[in-house]
């Protein structure tokens, strides 16, 4: 029998936090409860920092946060993750200013940090709070820009800022940016505070608009498998890869690799390291595929779009070679099964998850067939096509 992951409900992370919130702070209950969502990308892999186009959606695995404001400078913050190695408790005094927003240890924390340092209204209370979320930790689904989310839309309900979901969605990429050392895009951030139900997201990584696109009913489902390999994107890889098509741009004369055409890259080849022009060119035909990807989704072409993502695999694997053996041969097993339309590994690359897109019937034999795969571990099926949008999730308050 072909297992599958269960995604928790969102009630159930709540309750878990609830108890701890009463645990390490006695039984006031918490005055406030949000969350926000992890995405799965569907295609637009190390596009959005070249200003290109992604097509994410978001995910029903949710970072939630509870807690209530007091009347000191105090933050006190308790992680339930049973995944963190570090401490999971962390306090600090807003009245240390920047110099207590520092980053150091528990990693996780530094996350939250980041957000109080950029957040957009100011003073700010102290606070106590409990995180819990069902996003797996480096699997590539977006757990810490559903982190910060979280924590800026709790601060929100503490100190009301601009309301200005960009300039959120920009402060938080500056938070990981400054407190987490990966140099990100805006893809996370954005798609965690603008996902819609029933819709990935097509977002212009230049204009930062944003173009939602229906998911046609009936329609196949969308299945992703967690390799299990943890990616860290702050282990420097990822900054290489943002460097190298900078560099390929300056050598272009271009503002950035979304203004590149392949005929011009073609043109400055004998210029240019082997390596820069592989990037580059990964990124311009990306950035092309994610725009027909889109329309495809919109006509419910999905042979086409499965092809569309079976070609950005590929070019990640070897033109950015940010993939890995493990999601090489999930995505190859995924592939031999009838039924499925297309797959690709999703988000930095290094570990993490690959995205399937496939027929309903095809879910319990594409699960067992990727069983094979040594690196198994989980599979999260989630239903993409469902009259209510069932299985999608957005940021919600849901308590204040
Ligand atoms: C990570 C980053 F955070 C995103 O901004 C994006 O670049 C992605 O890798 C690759 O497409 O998730």
Wanted: charge should be negative; glycine fraction near 8%.
């Amino acid at each position: 029998m072909a297992m599958a992951a269960s995604v928790p409900a969102v009630s159930d992370l709540v309750a878990a936090a609830r108890r701890q919130f009463a645990r390490s702070f006695g039984e006031e209950p918490p005055q406030v409860a949000v969350c926000a969502p992890g995405r799965v990308n569907l295609i637009g892999e190390h596009t959005d920092y070249n200003q290109g186009f992604v097509l994410p959606m978001a995910l029903p695995l949710v970072t939630v946060l509870v807690g209530s404001p007091t009347h000191s400078q105090d933050v006190t913050i308790v992680t339930v993750s049973e995944d963190a190695d570090e401490p999971r408790e962390v306090s600090f005094s807003l009245a240390g200013g920047e110099s207590a927003l520092s980053p150091g240890v528990p990693r996780w924390a530094n996350y939250v940090k980041g957000v109080i340092q950029h957040y957009g209204a100011s003073p700010l209370p102290g606070f106590r709070a409990v995180v819990a979320s069902s996003v797996p930790l480096g699997g590539g689904l977006s757990s810490s820009a559903s982190l910060e989310v979280a924590v800026y839309t709790f601060l929100q309900q503490l100190k009301p800022d601009g309301g200005d979901n960009v300039a959120k969605a920009l402060s938080c990429q500056k938070a990981e940016h400054t407190h987490a050392g990966v140099p990100c895009g805006i893809m996370d951030q954005l798609v965690s505070i603008l996902g819609k139900e029933g819709h990935a997201l097509l977002i212009d990584c230049r204009s930062l608009e944003v173009y939602p696109v229906p998911l046609v009913l009936p329609g196949p489902l969308i299945l992703i498998t967690n390799s299990n390999v943890k990616h860290s994107l702050a282990s420097g890889e990822y900054a290489v890869r943002r460097r190298q098509c900078e560099e390929a741009a300056a050598a272009l004369g271009k503002k950035s690799l979304r203004d590149a055409t392949m005929k011009e890259l073609e043109e400055v080849r004998s210029r240019l390291d082997d390596v820069i022009f592989r990037r580059a060119r990964h990124v311009i035909e990306e950035t092309e595929r994610t725009r027909q990807a889109a329309e495809a989704l919109r006509r419910g072409a999905y042979k086409e779009f499965g092809r569309l993502m079976v070609e950005s695999h590929d070019s990640l694997r070897d033109l950015y070679e940010v993939s890995c053996r493990e999601l090489d041969e999930l995505v190859s097993a995924a592939l031999e099964v009838d039924g499925v339309f297309g797959s690709r590994m999703t988000g930095g690359g290094f570990g993490g998850c690959t995205v399937t897109l496939l027929q309903a019937h095809s879910v319990d034999k594409a699960i067992l067939h990727m069983q094979v795969c040594r690196h198994y571990t989980c599979m999260i099926p989630c239903l993409l096509f469902t009259p209510a949008g069932e299985g999608l999730s957005k940021v919600q308050i849901l308590v204040k």
